[in-house]
């Protein structure tokens, strides 16, 4: 599995870094990718936060929302794959700025 980072470039909505993508590179889901992780400047800015991709839907007007990526019996899956993205994304931005400063060296 691969995690491909796309940097929110707009920066709407506010505090919003990036969404990423989970590539999968063998096994039965080979060629298939998961969508929907966002990654987040945490309000308190201290820190960064992932959402998991969910499903939003209404009871009685009221918006709720379910995750579409739960754990069966271990909750702390999830915590690897949170670490996983937070550490995808921190690559994404060490390689982008050094890509950054030697374009601006070379300028």
């Known amino acids: 599995m691969t995690i491909k980072i ?22 039965a889901l080979e060629g298939l990718k998961l969508i929907g992780f966002g990654i987040w400047e945490r309000k308190s800015g201290n820190g960064r936060n992932v959402t998991f991709p969910a499903r939003q839907y209404s009871v009685n007007g009221e918006r709720r929302s379910f995750s579409l990526l739960r754990p069966i019996v271990d909750s702390t899956g999830q ?8 550490e995808a994304y921190a690559a994404y931005e060490a390689d982008h700025a050094e890509t950054g400063a030697a374009e601006a060296a070379s300028a």
């Open 6 to 27: 796309l940097l929110n470039e707009k920066g709407n909505p506010v505090g919003k870094l990036a969404d990423a993508e989970l590539h999968f590179t063998s096994g």
């Open 79 to 86: 915590d690897r794959i949170r670490d996983l993205v937070l």
